[in-house]
């Protein structure tokens, strides 16, 4: 299990526990957290699971694939560390993940 980190647009934090092989989205979902509405289910066609990766992280994270990228352009307030969480697998490599969602979803 990896536990990743949620922080509300309030700044209220919640951490879950994730299975490897899953995907930030999912946990968020199987989790119940607020802003992360998914309405795709994780197909990457629509930008409602926006959240901001925490910097320290960003580098752990494989490069945004440009379907995720065109995505992104529905996102509201996109930043540089902008990524969409049906695209970011759970891993090892991410333990300790913090991502923050956005004020609204696109």
Do not use: W
Not at 2 to 15: E, N, S, Y
Not at 42 to 61: I, M, N, P, Q, R
């Amino acid at each position: 299990m990896v536990k990743i980190t949620f922080v509300d647009a309030g700044g209220q934090a919640r951490t879950v526990e994730a299975d490897e092989g899953s995907t930030v989205m999912e946990a968020a979902i199987r989790n119940d957290i607020p802003g992360i509405d998914a309405e795709c289910g994780g197909a990457c066609s629509c930008a409602t699971c926006h959240v901001y990766v925490d910097e320290a992280f960003l580098d752990k994270l494989p490069k945004a694939e440009p379907m995720e990228e065109d995505m992104l352009d529905f996102a509201f307030d996109v930043r540089t560390n902008s990524r969409l969480s049906c695209q970011i697998k759970v891993s090892q490599a991410i333990e300790g993940i913090v991502v923050t969602t956005p004020e609204a979803q696109g």
